[in-house]
């Protein structure tokens, strides 16, 4: 399985935009897995693209697997803000504007962005939009 691992990395590092540019970020972005499997892999893409590890912080009391989502009503990024408190109170504590979440089996990405003094949760059509975008940029 690792060589499946390791050939994934591989080509995120030969196709990312640009490394060299990603590498610049410096900016805190701050991650939840929602307590589910996403945060080593979160971690190793997000380093493979280039940018730095010190960069993306993690929401420690959701980081590991716990079948009982100890600390969300219902562990789904789409679920806005009850999801997203701890990823709230992390991201204001170091001073982030960006919150990255996945779902427990890491298949469905949240963004959130703060504006002025209120978050604002992007809805897929939104997210679509933007990638969309800076893929025809």
């Avoid at 060299?20 to 897995?33: E, F, G, H, K, R």
């Avoid at 979160?42 to 697997?65: C, I, M, N, R, Y």
């Avoid at 679920?79 to 298949?107: H, R, T």
Wanted: no cysteine; proline share 7%.
């Amino acid at each position: 399985m690792e060589d499946v691992f390791d050939a994934y990395y591989k080509h995120i590092k030969d196709t990312a935009y640009s490394e060299d540019l990603n590498s610049q970020l410096d900016i805190p972005i701050v991650y939840t897995a929602m307590h589910g499997v996403g945060n080593p892999y979160v971690h190793k893409v997000w380093t493979a693209a280039g940018f730095k590890e010190s960069t993306l912080l993690t929401v420690p009391e959701q980081a590991d697997p716990d079948p009982e989502f100890s600390t969300v009503d219902f562990p789904n990024p789409e679920e806005g803000p009850s999801a997203l408190d701890l990823s709230f109170k992390k991201a204001n504590e170091v001073g982030s504007k960006y919150i990255l979440a996945n779902d427990p089996d890491a298949d469905r990405l949240g963004v959130a962005q703060k504006i002025g003094d209120h978050w604002k949760i992007l809805t897929g059509n939104e997210i679509g939009a933007l990638l969309g975008w800076w893929l025809i940029k």
